[in-house]
């Protein structure tokens, strides 16, 4: 789950359900048990929100979810900025080209989220966002997947 001490999200507030692909899901936790990123702090809200997800085989996955390598559209629903963020591994991230870490706190929140589900989230700055999902892009032919 996630919780205020990794995200922001306040402990009362029940987070949305996630889905999320078996190979994600292998790729991940292999991730987190590397001994290069177990110790991060953003670790812990990843390993929760693995622990919490729907794992599907590929064949059963919806097309409008958040995995590794998507590209989002979201919008944050208090100030109405619109955001095209793309997940990866921790070091494909380059946040200024949009490139987000699932080890990022909003990285681990969107990961499993479907289109129209939002995630409230403190930025580090202290500022409180709700990021709805508007459009999900699956990942390019010949992304590396398997990082």
């Known amino acids: 789950m996630i919780d205020d001490r990794h995200s922001g999200l306040p402990p009362s507030i029940t987070p949305p359900s996630i889905i999320v692909s078996e190979p994600d899901a292998e790729r991940l936790e292999s ?6 990123w177990r110790a991060q702090p953003a670790a812990r809200a990843l390993q929760d929100e693995l622990l919490r997800a729907e794992v599907r085989p590929p064949g059963n ?80 032919t010949g992304a590396d997947t398997k990082r």
């Open 31 to 36: 991730l987190l048990e590397s001994d290069e």
């Open 61 to 140: 996955m919806p097309a409008e979810v958040v995995g590794m390598h998507s590209s989002v559209e979201c919008e944050d629903e208090r100030s109405g900025d619109r955001h095209r963020l793309t997940l990866v591994y921790p070091k494909e991230a380059d946040v200024a080209s949009g490139r987000i870490s699932v080890l990022a706190p909003v990285g681990s929140a969107l990961l499993g989220l479907s289109v129209g589900q939002h995630i409230d989230w403190r930025t580090p700055d202290g500022r409180q966002l709700r990021l709805r999902v508007l459009a999900v892009q699956p990942p390019a």
